[in-house]
T-cell receptor, first 114, second 114 residues
């Protein structure tokens, strides 16, 4: 049962335009959501997060939007740059008896076209 | 500041064998989590260690076991290897107490089981 879904395996965007990556989740217990970026031969790198009590969090070129009623979040990157080309993972977490368990989506490969 | 390191980078084993993967935490971090990332999938949580004690476990059988040492480095042991154990194994360290975004991932160990 895939509790966190990224339905687009890949996305290509022109440099300078907006990149929008989407993620859906099914577990209502998730209260914290994150985006990670992964380059080949490297581990995932934390990008941005959002708590379930917010609907938007912004950090520079990156903005994450959370729609709790739709169980949907998205990552906006604007303007997109060639260095943004990577695999992006959405992740969600819930506290379970004081322990945090992170559930990842399957990833979206973003390619920025110069 | 030294980041998270993992060894070996690549490993080939045969079915039924046992394997030990190693992770050195980032300086100052006392919590280590291990993840399995199968091809085309997102990382899946295996377990977490906090101050040498297991502190949460995902849906993995007991043949996946771990250790954390006084210097907070960690090992992942997998017994009776199966073909489906072929994956990238990631460890992530954190200082504990924060949410998952505080985790720093290593580059991973790629395990191939033949």
């Amino acid at each position: 049962d895939q509790q966190v879904k990224q339905n687009s395996p890949s996305l290509s965007v022109q440099e300078g335009r907006i990149s929008i990556l989407n993620c859906d989740y099914t577990n209502s217990m998730f209260d914290y959501f994150l985006w990670y970026k992964k380059y080949p031969a490297e581990g995932p790198t934390f990008l941005i997060s959002i708590s379930s009590i917010k609907d938007k969090n912004e950090d520079g070129r990156f903005t994450v939007f959370l729609n709790k009623s739709a169980k949907h979040l998205s990552l906006h990157i604007v303007p997109s740059q060639p260095g943004d080309s990577a695999v992006y993972f959405c992740a969600a977490s819930a506290m379970d008896f004081g322990n945090e368990k992170l559930t990842f989506g399957t990833g979206t490969r973003l390619t920025i076209i110069p | 500041e030294t980041g998270v390191t993992q060894s070996p980078t690549h490993l080939i084993k045969t079915r039924g064998q046992q394997v030990t993967l190693r992770c050195s935490s980032q300086s100052g971090h006392n919590t280590v989590s291990w993840y399995q990332q199968a091809l085309g999938q997102g990382p899946q949580f295996i377990f977490q260690y906090y101050r040498e004690e297991e502190n949460g476990r995902g849906n993995f059988p007991p043949r996946f076991s771990g250790l954390q040492f006084p210097n907070y480095s960690s090992e992942l042991n997998v017994n009776a290897l199966e073909l489906d154990d072929s994956a990238l194994y990631l460890c992530a360290s954190s200082s504990g107490g924060g949410r998952a975004g505080d985790q720093y991932f290593g580059p991973g160990t790629r395990l191939l089981v033949l």
